[in-house]
């Protein structure tokens, strides 16, 4: 069965019935002592695709691009910089034109790819990938399913080729593609907010994206996607986002830590949870619709005059949609935990 995005179950999920979920107890995340390359999220036009991250704040601001786009038949070339194990690169690219970008890995290396795009109308959208050896064998989409993201093991030492097929007209993009070093099983990027000293660390398990609707009073500056091939291979589970945002709104701030009475589903306040030293006032709520379940897990806290908001959100499909013995339920506990290894991290500078 495909699995659909959470966009398309919008209606359905603002008229959906409270259910109560438990919480999760989280486990300790790893300890990296290599210092961490910074989030990207602002949209620069570069020159060529060796990219150096520059590191901003906030939601996307985007760019008009200066350069010609390359035919989708001469495939660009991803070089990372000197050491490095990835690259952000922004561009852009028309409706009904596709342009592919080719990277050369080894055999056994994990790789993470997705892209982050503007709309010419300025809304949320996406950009089908397809994910392809130099061997033939198609890495992504699997099934009937789109494939707006991928991460997993390498199967050859090969060129990889990343082809982008817009459904819209898209303005700018970032594309991310991190290969991991030899052994390595994940790598690690910081996210800081220079205007209220906001960071937190978080792996390629995760990638940068448009947050789809949820539960938050305000709106994300850093919405990260499960982004693990694995973790979604013959499970319930659709799609899970981890979401930060803040606000200095006075009026925001004043309710910060008050259930969200606009939300699409009603919020139970479980109680005061400490996360690195602060104290966020722990809320769950979980809505069922069209045979879907979404569960959050949101956390809010005003301090110095500025409300955080956190929110694990997690979308899956009921069991019985699909033919018998074909998927699994999605081991919830371990997304908790993964969430939970990124949000462990957050602290105030």
Same mark, same amino acid.
């Given at each position: 069965?495909?699995? @659909?995005? *959470?966009?398309?179950?919008?209606?359905?999920?603002? =008229? &959906?019935? &409270?259910?109560?979920?438990?919480?999760?107890? /989280?486990?300790? /995340?790893?300890? !990296?002592?290599?210092?961490?390359?910074?989030?990207?999220?602002?949209? =620069?036009?570069?020159?060529?695709?060796?990219?150096?991250?520059?590191?901003?704040?906030? #939601?996307?601001?985007?760019?008009?691009? =200066?350069?010609?786009?390359?035919?989708?038949?001469?495939? +660009?070339?991803?070089?990372? /910089?000197? +050491?490095?194990?990835?690259?952000?690169?922004?561009?852009?690219?028309?409706?009904?034109?596709?342009?592919?970008?080719?990277?050369?890995?080894?055999?056994?290396?994990?790789?993470?790819?997705?892209?982050?795009?503007?709309?010419?109308?300025?809304?949320?959208?996406? @950009?089908?990938?397809?994910?392809?050896?130099?061997?033939?064998?198609?890495?992504?989409?699997?099934?009937?399913?789109?494939?707006?993201?991928?991460?997993?093991?390498?199967?050859?030492?090969?060129?990889?080729?990343?082809?982008?097929?817009?459904?819209?007209?898209?303005?700018?993009?970032?594309?991310?593609?991190?290969?991991?070093?030899?052994?390595?099983?994940?790598?690690?990027?910081?996210?800081?907010?220079?205007?209220?000293?906001?960071?937190?660390?978080?792996?390629?398990?995760?990638?940068? %994206?448009?947050?789809? $609707?949820?539960?938050?009073? @305000?709106?994300?500056?850093?919405?990260?996607?499960?982004?693990?091939?694995?973790?979604?291979?013959?499970?319930?589970?659709? !799609?899970?986002? #981890?979401?930060?945002?803040?606000?200095?709104?006075?009026?925001?701030?004043?309710?910060?830590?008050?259930?969200? /009475?606009?939300?699409?589903?009603?919020?139970?306040?479980?109680?005061?949870?400490?996360?690195?030293?602060?104290? $966020?006032?722990?809320?769950? *709520?979980?809505? %069922?619709?069209?045979? +879907?379940?979404?569960?959050?897990?949101?956390?809010?806290?005003?301090?110095? +005059?500025?409300?955080?908001?956190? @929110?694990?959100?997690?979308? *899956?499909?009921?069991?019985?949609? #699909?033919?018998?013995?074909? %998927?699994?339920?999605?081991?919830?506990?371990?997304?908790?935990?993964?969430?939970?290894?990124?949000?462990?991290? $957050?602290?105030?500078?």
């Amino acid at each position: 069965m495909k699995k @659909i995005p *959470s966009f398309l179950f919008l209606l359905a999920f603002l =008229t &959906a019935c &409270a259910v109560s979920t438990p919480a999760i107890p /989280p486990t300790q /995340p790893p300890v !990296e002592n290599a210092p961490l390359p910074t989030q990207t999220l602002q949209f =620069t036009p570069i020159p060529t695709l060796t990219f150096t991250p520059v590191p901003t704040v906030g #939601f996307p601001t985007f760019v008009a691009p =200066t350069s010609t786009p390359d035919p989708a038949s001469q495939p +660009n070339l991803i070089q990372f /910089p000197a +050491n490095g194990t990835y690259a952000d690169i922004t561009d852009f690219i028309e409706i009904n034109k596709s342009k592919t970008y080719s990277v050369n890995a080894m055999k056994g290396q994990i790789m993470s790819v997705s892209v982050l795009p503007q709309s010419a109308d300025n809304n949320w959208t996406y @950009i089908p990938l397809q994910i392809k050896g130099a061997d033939g064998v198609i890495l992504c989409p699997q099934q009937d399913s789109d494939c707006t993201a991928w991460r997993g093991v390498l199967p050859a030492t090969q060129d990889y080729f990343i082809t982008l097929s817009p459904v819209t007209d898209v303005i700018q993009f970032v594309l991310r593609v991190a290969v991991n070093p030899p052994g390595k099983s994940e790598q690690y990027f910081q996210y800081f907010n220079p205007a209220n000293g906001v960071s937190l660390t978080y792996s390629d398990y995760f990638a940068p %994206v448009f947050p789809v $609707f949820s539960n938050y009073k @305000i709106v994300p500056e850093l919405a990260l996607y499960v982004n693990d091939n694995e973790t979604y291979m013959k499970t319930n589970l659709s !799609e899970a986002y #981890f979401f930060l945002g803040s606000s200095a709104d006075p009026q925001m701030v004043a309710s910060c830590t008050d259930s969200n /009475p606009n939300g699409g589903a009603i919020e139970q306040i479980v109680g005061n949870e400490v996360i690195n030293g602060f104290t $966020f006032v722990h809320s769950t *709520s979980a809505g %069922v619709g069209a045979g +879907n379940l979404y569960e959050q897990e949101i956390y809010r806290m005003a301090y110095n +005059n500025i409300c955080y908001e956190v @929110i694990y959100h997690m979308h *899956s499909a009921n069991i019985g949609n #699909f033919p018998p013995d074909t %998927v699994t339920e999605f081991d919830r506990n371990a997304i908790m935990n993964k969430m939970y290894t990124v949000f462990s991290t $957050f602290t105030i500078k």
